[in-house]
């Protein structure tokens, strides 16, 4: 009986260790973090162990182009054509040529680039670590806006959540952990050296959001900027003699501060330019308080935007020409209008746009961009980005249905042009956004086939279209404009008409949002009494 006691309380204590007793078994690191090959580190990025691995030649420490573009920095810009590392700070275009030894900043390795660490922490804020066995680099990067707690008692991090999970390593009571995700006992935590695990709730504090103090001095971009709202319209140049007529134009309009001439266009992939420009446009255009803002665009249909873009010289050409031909006549800013831009353009596109920045900047050159409404399509315009190194980004807020369009339907209905404010605010300044609004409309025409096809009226040609088919103009609330519809000759025509009140609704946007004021497209399009409208909400 004592026998059968004694094994009993020896299965129910070999039960409770089994069971309460925390494993102390060491997580074997090779196994987490993977084995490296030769030459190799492993790569943890904040809280990610990545696949990607970073790479070494003698005592550097490099990471792939791609990755760094990714989480890091994109603005190391590869310029495949002469071999070499740009990187365009907000005054200077820095450039760090390859080599393929691996004893410098760019290291070009099996057709890979590669950036040594240290080079990327030159221009980046993060920190990192080298650790052996296995060979592995640590880099945080993120230090504002971190969720944390603190350990209060001497602990284990784990690899998985539960006391019998090995022992990934250990920490200290006062430890700071990043606190990534909590599960009902346990919380997944990163310590600071790159584990990656679970601690028990018990053990932490409350969870807190921090910003580390940094030493990291970057070069701020400034921007010239006006003190009023912008007010500007785009002027259609397809000639130099259109330029005579600015007088013409402009003769009632009331409030307009920018006018934007359509004056170069790209004609080749040099970056050689098309020029409509003319000093005498611009003294005009100063007597009448109007700032210019000459505007270049990518319309040549023949010519690639992208094989343009893609070139440093061709970048250059471009640039150094607007800078010239700003002095020589007085512009006062740069409209770049780059449209349909490809995937693939994105980065070069972006790049032209920094380096474009610096020579602006330098001559006192307002530069702003325009953008279709954001779509997943689009993202590769990078407003982000765009909005830390222009001074204006421009929403084109219309064309929601185009000439090409499958089907008829409004240029720019409320919601279109609300939900293209609302994305675009997300990722830029209010106070830097200008958003356009369409002086025209597209008639459309159905033709018994099914066929679609439409032309662009001005405010008053649209009127015309109304009384001379005796139609009538009823509100659409759903898109805030008039629609009229008319069947003629067994076609059918539709119009969702921009006039005063369609387009003060659009200006009560602008004001709801705070931007930075509004474009128009086009000048001529619109009729006098638009003009005071406009100006109710930018004045």
Not at 63 to 79: A, F, I, S
Not at 200 to 206: A, G, H, N, R
Not at 393 to 411: L, P, R, T
Request: contains cysteine; negative net charge.
């Amino acid at each position: 009986g004592i026998l059968i006691l004694v094994l009993a309380v020896a299965g129910i204590g070999i039960h409770i260790i089994s069971k309460y007793i925390p494993s102390k078994e060491q997580m074997n690191l090779t196994e987490y973090y993977g084995q490296p090959a030769e030459g190799e580190m492993v790569l943890v990025l904040g809280t990610d162990i990545m696949e990607t691995k970073a790479v070494t030649s003698g005592d550097r420490v490099y990471l792939p182009l791609d990755m760094v573009n990714t989480y890091l920095n994109q603005r190391y810009y590869w310029d495949s054509g002469n071999q070499q590392i740009l990187y365009a700070t907000p005054s200077s275009l820095e450039k760090f040529p390859a080599s393929e030894a691996g004893d410098g900043e760019v290291w070009v390795r099996d057709g890979k680039v590669y950036l040594s660490l240290s080079f990327v922490q030159k221009y980046t804020d993060l920190d990192f670590y080298e650790y052996q066995e296995p060979a592995r680099v640590v880099i945080r990067h993120e230090f504002t806006g971190v969720n944390v707690a603190t350990v209060k008692k001497d602990t284990s991090i784990r690899y998985r959540g539960g006391i019998k999970s090995p022992v990934l390593t250990e920490v200290k009571k006062g430890d700071t952990l990043i606190y990534m995700q909590a599960l009902e006992d346990w919380v997944q935590v990163s310590t600071m050296d790159g584990y990656i695990g679970y601690v028990q709730k018990k053990v932490l504090s409350d969870m807190e959001t921090t910003d580390f103090e940094r030493d990291f001095e970057k070069e701020d971009y400034t921007y010239l900027t006006m003190e009023d709202k912008v007010n500007m319209t785009w002027h259609q140049i397809t000639n130099t003699d259109a330029n005579a007529y600015l007088g013409d134009m402009t003769a009632n309009v009331s409030g307009l501060n920018v006018i934007s001439p359509t004056w170069f266009y790209i004609q080749d992939t040099a970056g050689n330019l098309g020029d409509l420009s003319s000093a005498d446009y611009v003294a005009q255009a100063h007597q009448k308080g109007l700032k210019v803002w000459g505007l270049v665009d990518n319309f040549t249909a023949e010519i690639s935007t992208t094989e343009t873009l893609s070139q440093l010289s061709s970048r250059q050409n471009i640039i150094q020409y607007l800078i010239q031909r700003a002095a020589e006549i007085g512009m006062d800013g740069i409209n770049v209008d780059f449209e349909t831009l490809s995937e693939d353009a994105g980065p070069h596109f972006l790049e032209f746009l920094r380096e474009l920045s610096i020579e602006c900047h330098k001559n006192n050159l307002v530069l702003s961009v325009d953008n279709p409404v954001p779509e997943d399509f689009t993202s590769h315009y990078d407003r982000r980005e765009q909005g830390l190194v222009v001074d204006y980004v421009v929403i084109m807020g219309y064309d929601e249905h185009y000439a090409g369009s499958a089907e008829a339907g409004s240029v720019a209905s409320i919601n279109f042009v609300e939900e293209g404010i609302k994305q675009t605010v997300e990722q830029v300044p209010a106070n830097k956004i200008i958003n356009a609004v369409p002086f025209y409309t597209r008639f459309w025409k159905t033709d018994p086939d099914g066929t679609v096809s439409s032309e662009a009226l001005g405010m008053n040609a649209a009127d015309e279209k109304v009384a001379n088919n005796n139609a009538e103009k009823v509100w659409d609330d759903t898109t805030k404009q008039y629609y009229v519809e008319i069947d003629y000759n067994g076609s059918f025509y539709q119009m969702w008409m921009e006039e005063e009140t369609s387009i003060e609704d659009k200006m009560q946007l602008i004001k709801q949002y705070d931007l930075a004021g509004v474009a128009s497209w086009r000048l001529g399009y619109e009729r006098a009494s638009i003009w005071d409208v406009i100006l109710k909400y930018v004045n």
